[in-house]
């Protein structure tokens, strides 16, 4: 019914346009002149086939790039509307079929990016024009460059203000795009999504909670681009939404098990910045919990595995371990930016976790990442260098401290079992008892030696 009013208004206007061409009024000669040019382009338009009409947008969209709603009103004599309807009401009938479609949405595009032409976006609104839009996206057999140009016109009409905003999301908008951003191709793409999606939760409370469910729901897609994208957008929304939903943790921590290193750092960004809310506790239990992979999933990954070529190289990118190095170094990073998350961390028995990661051997970068996430708590926690060195032996303690970044290339067989089978475990009292002991790390070695002594007593 909506386009049904919206085509009768603009029936009117043009008999308007009609009535003041054969009035006998004091009409100028330039301006009859210019109303009989509109007349003239609206009935060669409404007569034009599809190969005409496509002559007839280019021109247009080459002579009126960048122009200003007034100076598109000089240019269609005060009926630029009446062209726009005719634009939107053809969208509408041939867009499932691409008829034209990337020239439509651009020429759509110069009326609804034109200064002081917020008219045009509510004529496009009330025509249905958002609804068309998003359906575009969903449509499989449309070009992805036809796509990208219907994101462009979206993101025009989000800049306009908070209530175009929330006609979007009413729409079921942020679904649509979010699926769109998981499904795309092409970086170019992408990113005029990323910036839409950035657009809708700025400045949109009403639905501020809902793009961002939208981002967490896209970090377990499939798409690598879409998920460095989602963690981007992600961090600048979350500030604004304030508290941080519960099903963020085994999302983001879900994306660790990415083989591409650009998708790891920006999730461990969030996570670091994710620690300033109640899902800290989680997330920490949930890194530390990655340390050691379930047996029955690596079971079953090496049993797949083994029935493949390239058994060595395919070892290696087992998702489990992936994720187990990508959290060893998560840890890492934490704990280097707050001596509070360490000691979380410590009390979450992270020194036993890493201790098992150093020892597995199939997978190289695992047993590196937690090493040298290991050497910076001894170095920072006297009581877990006398539990790990009780742990590790002498010599292998002496080489882990030597060059903790290579220890896994110097160690053998029996040490990474040694490593891997650990039981340290450092109760949260001791680590108090030892802060109030030994205020500061440099220590005496007498002292050390004692508090040694000690600890190795309440070993299991």
């Given amino acids: 019914m909506g386009l049904v009013y919206f085509l009768i208004s603009q029936i009117h206007r043009f008999s308007s346009l009609l009535n003041r061409r054969t009035q ?10 210019a ?9 060669e338009w409404d007569s034009a086939g ?4 496509s002559h007839i947008l280019e021109n247009f969209i080459l002579s009126n790039q960048g122009k200003t709603g007034p100076e598109l009103e000089i240019e269609f004599s005060q009926g630029a509307s009446l062209f726009l309807a005719r634009l939107t009401a053809w969208l509408r009938l041939t867009y499932m079929y691409g008829t034209c479609l990337e020239q439509q949405l651009k020429s759509i595009g110069i009326f609804l990016s034109a200064a002081s032409g917020q008219r045009y976006i509510i004529e496009f609104l009330e025509i249905g024009g958002i609804l068309t839009l998003l359906e575009i996206l969903g449509l499989n057999q449309l070009k992805e460059e036809d796509k990208r140009e219907s994101i462009k016109l979206l993101q025009l009409v989000a800049k306009s203000g908070r209530k175009f905003k929330e006609i979007i999301c009413e729409s079921y908008g942020v679904r649509s795009i979010a699926e769109f951003l998981a499904t795309c191709k092409s970086e170019e793409t992408q990113e005029q999504v990323q910036i839409l999606l950035d657009a809708l939760g700025h400045g949109n409370p009403k639905y501020q909670n809902q793009v961002y469910k939208g981002l967490i729901a896209l970090l377990k897609c499939t798409s690598p681009k879409a998920q460095q994208l989602s963690l981007q957008t992600l961090r600048t929304i979350q500030t604004i939404v304030g508290d941080a939903h519960p099903s963020i943790v085994d999302s983001v921590l879900s994306v660790l098990r990415s083989l591409h290193l650009e998708v790891q750092h920006e999730a461990i960004q969030l996570i670091k910045d994710l620690m300033a809310y109640d899902v800290r506790p989680a997330l920490l239990k949930g890194l530390v919990a990655l340390l050691k992979p379930s047996r029955q999933e690596t079971a079953k990954m090496q049993a797949r595995i083994l029935e493949e070529a390239g058994t060595l190289h395919l070892m290696e990118s087992l998702p489990a371990y992936i994720q187990q190095a990508a959290a060893a170094k998560a840890i890492g990073i934490l704990a280097q930016d707050s001596r509070k998350v360490a000691e979380e961390l410590v009390f979450l028995r992270v020194v036993h976790g890493l201790m098992c990661a150093m020892g597995n051997k199939d997978h190289t970068n695992c047993q590196r990442q937690a090493s040298i996430t290991l050497e910076h708590f001894v170095r920072m926690f006297i009581v877990v260098e006398n539990h790990t060195r009780s742990a590790m032996g002498e010599k292998l303690f002496e080489l882990f401290m030597q060059d903790a970044t290579n220890l896994y290339l110097n160690m053998d067989a029996v040490q990474a079992v040694i490593l891997a089978t650990n039981i340290v475990n450092i109760p949260e009292y001791i680590l108090a008892q030892t802060k109030m002991d030994i205020p500061e790390r440099n220590s005496t070695a007498e002292d050390e030696q004692e508090q040694l002594s000690q600890d190795s007593e309440l070993l299991p």
Avoid: D, N
Wanted: no cysteine; glycine share 0%.
């Fill in 35 to 43: 109303i009989s040019r509109l007349i003239s382009f609206l009935q």
């Fill in 50 to 53: 599809k190969i005409a009409r």
């Fill in 24 to 33: 006998p009024v004091m009409t100028s000669i330039t301006e009859q002149a």
